[in-house]
């Protein structure tokens, strides 16, 4: 063979090699490439409450570092059940959810059936939010505080009302804890959403409620509800005179709702890790936190391992509380 035909098969074997040496890198930034479409971000109840304030914070910052827009979808229906369901079944790659302590921790414990498993079927990303719940109550109702508002509740044995979200929701749980602990019986008048109950309660067709504090924080400061306790461990900034449940007689009263972020189960693995890596940047940036503050909303941030754990916990938490109010889905 001549030396110009060896030349040329050298150079056509170190042209492949080099092909071949590009595989791996193309591969890897194939990978990087996620999300190539933007990703929806499924909030399994209706428009107005804490949820969606949530939501569209995370939302707009996790849009600037994870390479496409991140649009907020309101899916209310069954308790979050509907929203959850169609994530679980997803098989887009970018279709996400934002977990809260109904869909996660209360209603596997009062559906007989339900049609996903929030263990099995997600893949925990980080925990974005703890909210903050607040006891109010209409003007017109003339009470001040909790003190008054147990001496009002047990003169009217179901006289009252208050409203929620629905069964099963965090309001739910709030407002059956505090008359778990008050031995008061006030009727429980279920919505689809915070939204629609709270058009209700502003109305006074509702006499009370608890609700996270973003959405309610405006009407507080108005004039149009009256918040007579909170269900935090301490005072909250936002509202210095109110006083804690705990403080008005009730010692470790606590309450807060929460809400993180969850992506099906069965997504590849690399994706999951950039949605969690990022996602965790974006709710402990300054802008999220200080966003939330001014809502009254603590920003967490945790790894997705710390969120799983806690998701347990909370199970375990509520799981003789709900059997001992026997909070029971709609139409059961």
């Not at 929620?164 to 505090?178: I, Q, R, W």
């Not at 690399?270 to 996602?279: R, V």
Request: aromatic share 8%; with cysteine; charged share 15%.
């Amino acid at each position: 063979m001549n030396q110009p035909s060896i030349n040329r098969r050298r150079l056509l074997l170190q042209g492949g090699a080099a092909s071949l040496a590009t595989v791996p890198a193309f591969g890897a930034w194939a990978q990087q490439a996620w999300p190539t479409k933007p990703l929806r971000l499924v909030v399994p109840f209706a428009p107005g409450g804490s949820s969606e304030i949530v939501a569209r914070a995370v939302a707009g910052e996790l849009a600037k570092t994870i390479g496409q827009n991140v649009y907020v979808d309101n899916k209310p229906g069954a308790a979050g059940n509907i929203a959850m369901q169609e994530v679980a079944n997803s098989t887009d790659e970018h279709t996400l959810i934002l977990g809260h302590i109904g869909t996660l921790a209360v209603n596997p414990f009062i559906f007989p059936k339900l049609p996903y498993d929030p263990l099995k079927d997600f893949a925990p990303i980080t925990l974005v939010s703890k909210v903050p719940s607040l006891y109010v109550v209409h003007p017109d109702v003339p009470v001040k505080n909790i003190k008054e508002w147990v001496a009002y509740a047990k003169a009217r044995p179901g006289q009252l009302n208050y409203g929620t979200a629905g069964n099963g929701s965090a309001g739910h749980l709030a407002f059956e804890y505090l008359k778990m602990v008050s031995e008061t019986f006030v009727l429980h008048v279920p919505y689809r959403g915070t939204g629609p109950m709270l058009t209700d309660l502003l109305a006074g067709r509702l006499q009370a409620a608890s609700v996270g504090a973003p959405a309610l924080l405006q009407f507080i400061k108005a004039g149009k509800l009256r918040c007579i306790g909170t269900g935090t461990a301490q005072r909250l900034p936002a509202l210095p005179d109110v006083p804690t449940v705990a403080e008005q007689g009730y010692k470790g009263f606590e309450m807060t709702q929460w809400y993180g972020l969850l992506a099906p189960s069965h997504w590849p693995r690399p994706n999951i890790l950039k949605l969690e890596a990022e996602s965790i940047k974006a709710t402990r940036s300054t802008l999220i936190s200080e966003k939330l503050a001014q809502e009254t909303a603590l920003a967490v941030g945790n790894s997705a391992a710390e969120f799983g754990v806690f998701i347990r916990a909370e199970q375990a938490r509520w799981k003789p509380v709900i059997a001992r109010a026997e909070i029971k889905p709609d139409g059961a």
